[in-house]
């Protein structure tokens, strides 16, 4: 579960000039190069907007080595210079989730969108945007710390606090480990969110003369009431697997069951088609249904 | 701050309200919804055993069918309605974007609600008037094209309602198949809200049944709309060559007379 890696910063000072980066548009015809349609937006709360860059085509590439060559010569196709599309990536394994995006308006990892798959889908064209469900940074860079949030909410993790050697933890059988390990490929790369249609997008602005905590309290409290989402309920699936993290089923239950759970799904079931790691993810809902109403029929009678 | 506090009533009682939605949209609104189409096909076998269903049912007693209708009817469909238009609304769709079956299911699990609950609204307006309050009736309902049918006259008075107009009987025809596809496919939603089928070969077994149900329902419930209209075109026929729709006589007189609460009649 990595966090997003730094951006990627402005590379274009300095690299002006040099004799990869003045292709003109005679020399980039249709077969040996490529139009990158790209949505983006200057900063956050701003107007979105399109631009075309043309990328020369190159074996093997994927989006981020497109984006690489996009940063390198920084110029549209009607020849005006302009800052370099910003994108975040990290692993380049399609582990992290750090490069999500929309790409041919379908969400997925840039890293492992290979260019030449993508042309033979739609020839000459790439379109690149940054995913809707979250607020836009800048360009193709998203704020995701709701995915993060709602694993916070949830405790997504195996509360383990002493400083005694408490021994071996009991066993888990072969059947929950390996039910266990397809959750636990999870990358929260927030795929399963952009393509729900009952996960809204939050974007507050802050207001004048709010404080940054106040802020900060506003948006923890907004984010609190919304939705979980696939990831998080898969995780609270993982946790009460785990025979010591199911001692504290109970906390994740109520959370489940409570505002923004489990009960929001409405079994469009897109999360699961469009998760990159295959994780079953409408498996783990149902089984979080199954749980989530046992434990308040125990709650009500006191069970 | 009001509206802050509803929202947030609202957002405490999320789980239990949604999980009400899904019970109350198998019983007792799923279960009527059964019942009223099997009803109904009884004029397929003509208009006296439809009226001799009616006469059953009205054997009740008013006080009886109002504590009914309203407690297992028209409550249960109002809040599985009004929750259900805030469950709508706090969606959004993207079938177009994203076109995999479940999400057409999902995307037409919500019209057909939304459609269903229009056309019952109407459709109970239409033929039972809201209330069985004889000011109501006379001075609203009436007045308004509402409150057409009547027990003792059930076959005729249902069969000129229903066949008055083209877009009546089309209206008809989309609203029982909407309501039927929002019972179907909700059945098969429902095993997944409360964790019944959970892996994903027992939601693919699921699909058959959820899928019969559905197509059982709507032959009945269709079949039933075609005979309604065909007994009406009969009985419009100059020389009465079927005969008269209404055949069979009240069976008795007080059971036939007042449906309508402080009615003289």
């Given at each position: 579960m990595d966090r997003p890696s730094e951006r990627i910063e402005d590379t274009r000072s300095g690299s002006r000039g040099s004799p990869s980066g003045s292709m003109t548009s005679a020399e980039a015809n249709a077969a040996d190069s490529f139009l990158v349609r790209v949505l983006r937006q200057d900063g956050p709360g701003l107007t979105s907007y399109w631009e075309t860059h043309r990328v020369a085509r190159e074996p093997d590439m994927n989006c981020i080595s497109v984006l690489q060559k996009i940063a390198e010569r920084a110029e549209t196709i009607e020849g005006r210079r302009v800052a370099p599309v910003a994108w975040e990536c990290n692993c380049l394994e399609e582990v992290c989730g750090a490069c999500t995006m929309l790409i041919n308006g379908r969400v997925r990892q840039a890293c492992t969108a290979l260019v030449d798959r993508l042309l033979a889908d739609r020839p000459g064209e790439i379109e690149l945007r940054p995913m809707t469900k979250f607020p836009v940074i800048r360009d193709l860079v998203v704020d995701r710390s709701r995915v993060f949030a709602a694993l916070r909410k949830v405790k997504a993790w195996v509360p383990v606090d002493s400083y005694l050697d408490m021994g071996a933890g009991p066993r888990q059988s072969q059947e929950d480990q390996e039910l266990a390990y397809q959750y636990s490929k999870c990358m929260s790369c927030g795929c399963c969110l952009e393509a729900c249609p009952q996960f809204l997008k939050i974007e507050l602005v802050r207001g004048k003369g709010e404080s940054e905590t106040d802020f900060r309290r506003r948006l923890d409290e907004a984010n609190r009431q919304a939705f979980l989402g696939a990831h998080a309920i898969a995780q609270v699936e993982l946790f009460n697997l785990n025979p010591i993290g199911s001692m504290t089923a109970r906390q994740r239950l109520d959370v489940l069951t409570g505002e923004g759970g489990v009960q929001i799904c409405g079994k469009a079931q897109n999360c699961v088609k469009v998760c990159p790691k295959g994780i079953p993810l409408t498996t783990a809902i149902a089984r979080a249904n199954r749980a989530a109403v046992r434990h308040v029929v125990r709650k009500w009678f006191d069970l | 701050?009001?509206?802050?506090?509803?929202?947030?009533?609202?957002?405490?009682?999320?789980?239990?309200?949604?999980?009400?939605?899904?019970?109350?949209?198998?019983?007792?609104?799923?279960?009527?919804?059964?019942?009223?189409?099997?009803?109904?096909?009884?004029?397929?076998?003509?208009?006296?055993?439809?009226?001799?269903?009616?006469?059953?049912?009205?054997?009740?007693?008013?006080?009886?069918?109002?504590?009914?209708?309203?407690?297992?009817?028209?409550?249960?469909?109002?809040?599985h309605g009004i929750v259900g238009l805030m469950i709508v609304s706090r969606g959004k769709r993207n079938v177009l974007n994203y076109p995999y079956a479940d999400n057409w299911r999902y995307t037409l699990q919500r019209l057909s609600g939304v459609v269903a609950f229009a056309f019952i609204v109407w459709h109970v307006f239409d033929l039972h008037g809201w209330l069985r309050w004889s000011w109501w009736v006379e001075n609203v309902a009436r007045p308004l094209g509402g409150a057409r049918f009547m027990a003792e006259e059930a076959p005729a008075t249902a069969s000129a309602a229903i066949g008055r107009a083209w877009w009546v009987i089309a209206f008809y025809a989309v609203g029982v198949t909407a309501s039927v596809y929002h019972l179907a496919n909700g059945l098969w939603t429902m095993g997944m809200t409360w964790g019944l089928w959970t892996s994903q070969a027992a939601r693919r077994r699921m699909n058959l049944p959820c899928a019969a149900v559905g197509i059982v329902l709507l032959v009945v419930g269709l079949g039933a709309l075609g005979a309604m209209v065909r007994a009406g075109r009969l009985s419009n026929l100059p020389d009465g060559a079927a005969g008269p729709v209404r055949s069979a006589p009240a069976p008795a007189a007080d059971h036939a007379s007042p449906r309508v609460l402080g009615s003289a009649r």
């Open positions: - | 701050m009001e509206a802050s506090r509803l929202t947030s009533l609202f957002g405490r009682h999320d789980f239990a309200i949604r999980r009400l939605h899904s019970l109350l949209g198998l019983m007792p609104i799923g279960g009527y919804l059964v019942f009223h189409l099997a009803t109904n096909a009884a004029i397929i076998d003509g208009p006296e055993a439809y009226q001799h269903r009616a006469d059953q049912l009205h054997k009740l007693g008013l006080t009886t069918i109002v504590v009914l209708e309203w407690s297992l009817i028209f409550l249960p469909i109002l809040f």
